[in-house]
């Protein structure tokens, strides 16, 4: 993710490429619509290993930048609002506790989100409670589990469009 890419002048993303208007005429009939452009390919992943909760909040700020978030940052101090990290479009909440993530961190972070006019991103070491995932997959939050190695996992719908860029 990271905003529209930028397309050349010329590509045949518009049909103006190379050979697009050979012929000088216009086609009798509209041509079949193009195919969605693939992602670019991306590398693997490289994780950062877990063991504090700065390494939670690198693993997921590494993440983000491998999804295609460009400039993530993890300000200063922490907000009240909990946010561990921020991007142009995106805010992220990173929870390394070893209890797993409530109802009021995932609505907390969603509104957040709301009022920033930003997407939302949440990870969490130790998973998520039933209400809080119910909760997520009504609104559309994207929630990740990051293991020790620092992987993270989608937990729910959301999270898995967005890793794989259909967000």
């Known amino acids: 993710m990271g905003g529209p890419r930028p397309v050349e002048a010329g590509s045949d993303w518009f049909g103006t490429g190379p050979g697009a208007f050979s012929t000088g005429h216009a086609p009798a009939a509209d041509p079949a ?8 390919a991306r590398g693997d992943f490289r ?3 877990i063991r504090t909760a700065r390494d939670a909040v690198a693993a997921a700020a590494g993440y983000l930048r491998w999804l295609g ?10 907000p009240a609002s909990g946010v561990d990290l921020r ?28 009022s920033a006019s930003t997407v939302s991103v949440f990870f969490s070491l130790a998973g998520y409670t039933p209400e ?5 997959v009504e609104i559309g939050l994207p929630l990740f589990v990051l293991d020790l190695t620092g992987t ?11 890793t794989s860029g259909a967000a």
């Open 87 to 114: 991007a142009p479009g995106l805010i992220a909440q990173v929870d390394p506790s070893t209890r797993p993530t409530g109802l009021r961190a995932v609505e907390c972070l969603w509104l957040n989100g709301l």
């Open 69 to 78: 978030f460009r400039d993530v940052v993890q300000p200063e101090e922490r």
């Open 132 to 136: 809080a995932r119910a909760r997520a």
């Open 33 to 40: 619509p193009a195919a969605p452009r693939p992602i670019p």
């Open 47 to 49: 994780p950062v290993t």
């Open 152 to 162: 993270p996992q989608p937990v729910n719908g959301a999270a898995v469009q967005l």
